[in-house]
């Protein structure tokens, strides 16, 4: 066997030490820790550890407070731990086996029964944890293909509805500046980043619906009338429609954004919005920020119907009420991105 693996031995008493490293150590790289502080420090420092023999009974730290933070920290899932005691202390053992612990080793240590058992192990997990991998690629890869099949998709839309296919991306990039704002300002509404990160591809498809629309409705030069308003509404709901038909192409939680943004982005903070009415919070706040990227960009872009507003009226017009009315708080937010949004007008990047 090579040197490859590494097995960091943890225990208070020098000697128990010392004999287990001359146990491994012709056949793996040995490090030493003689209390859980240090022996989570090194785990932290040496990612690459391929089991942890774990003293239960020491001064500074036990064993099951380690596998306590290892589970914290998700390390438990990947690197194998074996529970060192002289002690018969059940209780302890049973405590450790849920916590993750994979075996137990009692002392006197029996040199060779003892290499077979945790040899196994770790070729065990260095096999799982390869196969583990592989799949985090291939699920990353297939997600990637998902997405863009999405962004065509949505692309497609905006072409149809003689767009330049930009209005996509300046949706996705109004929404992460404005949503990163809101959870910054306000704790009610804070979501970590990769919450965030779905919900901006998720605002992709906010329009998807629009492929259900009559061209003659969807790029009229004119003011629509009533019919063809209510026709035009109905993009919110043949989008869930569209959507309930490919929901394997994306993880559940990018699929219930996706859907809820479909639906409820033209709801309005006083409840006259469509289709549902719904007033308040009652519209999720991903909702609620992607209402007010697809405004703001709307009025400051040409369309079939009108000529582009310009930013600072662009601006008013969303605080007078002329697009419906907005929270008071998301507006906030979007007014303490005003200076990134005009430096970035296709603002697109992570940051």
């Known amino acids: 066997m090579d040197k490859e693996n590494t097995i960091l031995i943890v225990d208070d008493v020098d000697i128990n030490r010392e004999i287990l490293a001359e146990i491994f ?19 932290n420092d040496n990612p690459d550890i391929s ?7 020491m001064p500074e730290m036990n064993g099951l407070e380690v596998l306590k933070e290892m589970n914290r920290n998700e390390k438990i899932k990947s ?16 405590e450790g086996y849920h916590l993750g612990a994979v075996d137990v080793i009692r002392k006197p240590f029996m040199t060779h029964f003892l290499k077979h058992r ?3 192990i770790i070729e065990l997990y260095g096999h799982r944890n390869e196969l583990e991998h592989v799949v985090e690629k291939q699920v990353e890869r297939l997600q990637q293909v998902n997405q863009s099949m999405i962004e065509t998709l949505a692309t497609l839309i905006e072409f149809r509805d003689c767009e330049s296919g930009e209005h996509v991306q300046r949706i996705c990039g109004l929404t992460r500046i404005i949503m990163k704002k809101v959870s910054h300002i306000f704790p009610e509404y804070h979501l970590p980043k990769h919450e965030i990160d779905k919900i901006v591809r998720s605002a992709v498809l906010h329009d998807v619906g629009k492929i259900a629309i009559p061209d003659g409705i969807l790029n009229k030069p ?9 026709t035009m509404k109905l993009h919110t709901v043949k989008g869930c429609e569209i959507l309930q038909k490919i929901p394997d192409m994306m993880d559940k939680e990018t699929y219930n954004y996706s859907y809820d943004i479909c639906r409820h982005h033209h709801e309005r903070w006083d409840g006259k919005g469509y289709p549902d009415g719904l007033k308040g919070d ?55 991105s005003l200076e990134k949004i005009q430096k970035d007008r296709v603002p697109v990047s992570e940051d």
């Open 282 to 336: 009652e519209i999720s706040i991903w909702a609620q920020v992607v209402s007010v990227a697809d405004v703001y960009d709307a009025l400051t872009a040409e369309r079939v119907y009108k000529k582009a507003f310009d930013h600072e009226t662009a601006v008013k017009m969303i605080h007078n009420g002329d697009c419906g009315t907005f929270n008071p708080k998301v507006l906030e937010a979007f007014d303490a």
């Open 118 to 120: 945790i040899s196994n």
């Open 79 to 94: 690197i194998p731990v074996f529970l060192i005691t002289a002690a018969n202390n059940d209780e302890m053992l049973m």
């Open 25 to 43: 150590g012709d056949d793996y790289h040995i490090m030493q820790a003689g209390n859980g502080k240090q022996a989570l420090e090194i785990m």
């Open 222 to 230: 004119g003011r629509l009338t009533k019919e063809e308003f209510e």
């Open 51 to 57: 089991a942890v023999l774990l003293d239960l009974l």
